[in-house]
């Protein structure tokens, strides 16, 4: 079956970094995207990854490597307004996108 | 600016009743998506399609239904409400079904079926 995995709830203070990891399993691999989504509202795109190695947008990197099955987000000078859910999505050998279940972010003053 | 809107935000019906859900995107995007998000879930696919009179069945997709007439609307329907339906149900456009092609998401439909 397909599964993307990630930590349910994670801790982290203002200011400092964080990352969220995330391994997959899937049909085929079509690219690796990030969504963030705040408490009540819509997600929205953060990144994509299809090749290995590290894409960089500003305080955001996201970090992607296929043979492991593995990616993660980072997250530069945490601010208050990066508590979230950060979500974790596949795009499978039918185009379709497999999402893991999110990893809900609090940032600490 | 180019938007996706979905109607109503919030919805409270009756086991049985029938539902309708709507979509309507402004993107003038071909592709269009129905998922459900519930805790402990990522979201789900229920239904997609990627033009004027193309749908299929997602993961999910048992006890509703979609058509599309036009580009901009996709609206999801839930023949016979159940329990097991209440949920938040987001709508998506993207531009592509390729590769790097993000999907843009509507504010999302909390329904509540009792």
């Known amino acids: 079956g397909q599964n993307i995995d990630q930590p349910t709830e994670m801790t982290a203070t203002e200011g400092a970094i964080v990352q969220i990891n995330c391994t997959y399993q899937t049909s085929g691999f079509n690219g690796l995207f990030w969504y963030q989504q705040h408490a009540g509202e819509a997600p929205t795109f953060l990144s994509y990854?299809?090749l290995d190695g590290l894409e960089e947008k500003g305080r955001f990197s996201s970090f992607l490597s296929r043979s492991k099955g593995y990616s993660y987000l980072l997250l530069k000078e945490l601010q208050m307004k990066d508590s979230a859910s950060y979500l974790c999505a596949v795009k499978d050998s039918n185009y379709q996108l497999i999402w893991g279940a999110g990893t809900k972010l609090i940032i600490k003053p | 600016d180019a938007e996706i809107t979905q109607s109503p935000r919030h919805k409270i019906t009756e086991t049985g009743r029938q539902v309708t859900l709507a979509c309507h995107q402004t993107w003038n995007h071909n592709n269009m998506f129905w998922y459900r998000q519930d805790l402990g879930h990522g979201l789900r696919l229920i239904h997609y399609s990627y033009g004027v009179h193309d749908t299929n069945k997602g993961e999910v997709s048992d006890g509703y239904s979609v058509s599309r007439s036009n580009t901009e609307d996709l609206p999801l329907t839930l023949e016979s409400a159940a329990s097991s339906q209440t949920s938040v149900y987001f709508c998506?456009?993207?531009?592509?079904?390729?590769?790097?092609?993000?999907?843009?998401f509507g504010p999302g439909t909390r329904l509540t079926v009792t």
């Open positions: 998506a456009s993207s531009e592509s079904a390729g590769e790097s092609y993000e999907q843009y």
């Open positions: 990854n299809v």
